[in-house]
């Protein structure tokens, strides 16, 4: 008996294990809807433009040491199932909006579990409380949450009042024909575009993106991959690449369009459209919004019940191999 127990000890302590390293602290960035406090009106989606995603490019899934994060809008439902998503756990307390769920990407799980609550960001939870709608996470020294800051690559919301301003395309002198609109990406806080949707993603006008994650690289043909790992901030048809959402009220979301508002599509701004994952893959309905994603090449830390649990455990281990 003793033995069965402590063999069982054993195997929770070695699934905890591989859940809990390596560990490090993150900046998270966060921009808010236009119902939160505080309130953001212009920025919907945003990247650091250094998301490493170039492996998915070719297909490559799954993959070890990757985790997708990601949030939805306040009306996300989730999948019931058995066991429910995350999201569907955390939308019966009216609480999914203003949570980040984290996908280790050599598991790719509708069940993949919430990694940040509100209050571990700062936020306000409940139906009228804060909406996470756009999201970057990169490693650092020190665990700091930036709230609304300006993301380096962003698309604008529809109800930005920059919406229909003049924009040039950057690296050029070609002006936007229909100016800026939600289906660009604009480079921080000016009027000047990294690229177009309708130009470079294959969207359609009147699309919205709502979750950006974004790998700017620089064209160079001496190098093996023909790139280097370096922004430039212009568009490379073919080099540059992207995974991206849109909102429910896009063209390309509608009943007849080839998306919903839960995928997640991927371009080489040559067009193109692929689907990278889609909303069931990620614990959500045909209708849930996912409006927040980044991608980071590390392993999720704990969150501190798991950290507890695993301390727990290893005393149980120890006193029962001591008897
Ligand atoms: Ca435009
Ligand atoms: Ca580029
Ligand atoms: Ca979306």
Same mark, same amino acid.
Not at 3 to 22: D, E, I, M, Y
Not at 153 to 172: E, H, T, V, W
Not at 196 to 202: A, P
């Given at each position: 008996?003793?033995?069965?127990?402590?063999?069982?000890? &054993?195997?929770?302590?070695?699934?905890?294990? %591989?859940?809990?390293? @390596? =560990?490090?602290? *993150?900046?998270?960035? /966060?921009? #808010? $809807?236009?119902?939160?406090?505080?309130?953001?009106?212009?920025?919907?989606?945003?990247?650091?433009?250094?998301?490493?995603?170039?492996?998915?490019?070719?297909?490559?899934?799954?993959?070890?040491?990757?985790?997708?994060?990601?949030?939805?809008?306040?009306?996300?439902?989730?999948?019931?199932?058995?066991?429910?998503?995350?999201?569907?756990?955390?939308?019966?307390?009216?609480?999914?909006?203003?949570?980040? &769920?984290?996908?280790?990407?050599?598991?790719? %799980?509708?069940?993949? @579990? =919430?990694?940040? *609550?509100?209050?571990? /960001?700062? #936020? $306000?939870?409940?139906?009228?409380?804060?909406?996470?709608?756009?999201?970057?996470?990169?490693?650092?020294?020190?665990?700091?949450?930036?709230?609304?800051?300006?993301?380096?690559?962003?698309?604008?919301?529809?109800?930005?009042?920059?919406?229909?301003?003049?924009?040039?395309?950057?690296?050029?002198?070609?002006?936007?024909?229909?100016g800026l609109t939600p289906d660009d990406i604009a480079l921080g806080?000016?009027? &000047?575009?990294?690229?177009?949707?309708?130009?470079?993603?294959?969207?359609?006008?009147?699309?919205?993106?709502?979750? /950006?994650? #974004?790998?700017?690289?620089?064209?160079?043909?001496?190098?093996?991959?023909?790139?280097?790992?370096?922004?430039?901030?212009?568009?490379?048809?073919?080099?540059?690449?992207?995974?991206?959402?849109?909102?429910?009220?896009?063209?390309?979301?509608?009943?007849?369009?080839?998306?919903?508002?839960?995928?997640?599509?991927?371009?080489?701004?040559?067009?193109?459209?692929?689907?990278?994952?889609?909303?069931?893959?990620?614990?959500?309905?045909?209708?849930?919004?996912?409006?927040?994603?980044?991608?980071?090449?590390?392993?999720?830390?704990?969150?501190?019940?798991?950290?507890?649990?695993?301390?727990?455990?290893?005393?149980?281990?120890?006193?029962?191999?001591?008897?």
């Amino acid at each position: 008996m003793r033995f069965g127990l402590t063999r069982a000890a &054993v195997g929770v302590l070695c699934t905890l294990a %591989s859940v809990a390293r @390596p =560990v490090s602290a *993150q900046v998270i960035g /966060l921009s #808010l $809807d236009a119902a939160s406090s505080p309130v953001e009106y212009d920025v919907c989606a945003g990247s650091n433009g250094y998301e490493p995603i170039d492996k998915f490019m070719n297909g490559s899934l799954p993959a070890s040491h990757m985790n997708l994060f990601f949030s939805v809008d306040r009306l996300a439902f989730g999948i019931p199932g058995s066991p429910p998503s995350a999201v569907h756990v955390e939308a019966q307390a009216v609480s999914a909006h203003g949570d980040i &769920v984290a996908l280790d990407m050599s598991t790719i %799980s509708p069940t993949a @579990p =919430v990694y940040r *609550q509100e209050p571990a /960001l700062g #936020l $306000d939870p409940g139906f009228y409380g804060d909406d996470i709608d756009g999201l970057q996470i990169s490693d650092n020294p020190q665990q700091q949450i930036l709230l609304n800051s300006a993301f380096d690559y962003q698309s604008l919301c529809r109800s930005s009042l920059s919406i229909g301003q003049p924009a040039n395309f950057s690296g050029g002198v070609a002006a936007d024909p229909d100016g800026l609109t939600p289906d660009d990406i604009a480079l921080g806080i000016l009027n &000047v575009l990294f690229a177009s949707g309708v130009r470079d993603m294959g969207l359609q006008p009147g699309d919205a993106i709502d979750g /950006l994650i #974004l790998m700017d690289v620089t064209p160079d043909p001496s190098n093996p991959e023909g790139f280097r790992r370096e922004a430039n901030g212009v568009v490379d048809p073919g080099f540059d690449m992207a995974i991206f959402s849109l909102d429910p009220f896009s063209p390309s979301t509608s009943l007849f369009g080839p998306w919903k508002p839960g995928d997640l599509i991927k371009t080489r701004f040559m067009g193109d459209q692929q689907l990278f994952l889609g909303a069931a893959a990620l614990g959500l309905s045909d209708t849930d919004n996912l409006d927040a994603a980044a991608i980071i090449s590390e392993r999720v830390i704990p969150e501190p019940g798991m950290a507890a649990l695993f301390l727990l455990m290893l005393g149980y281990f120890v006193r029962s191999r001591g008897r």
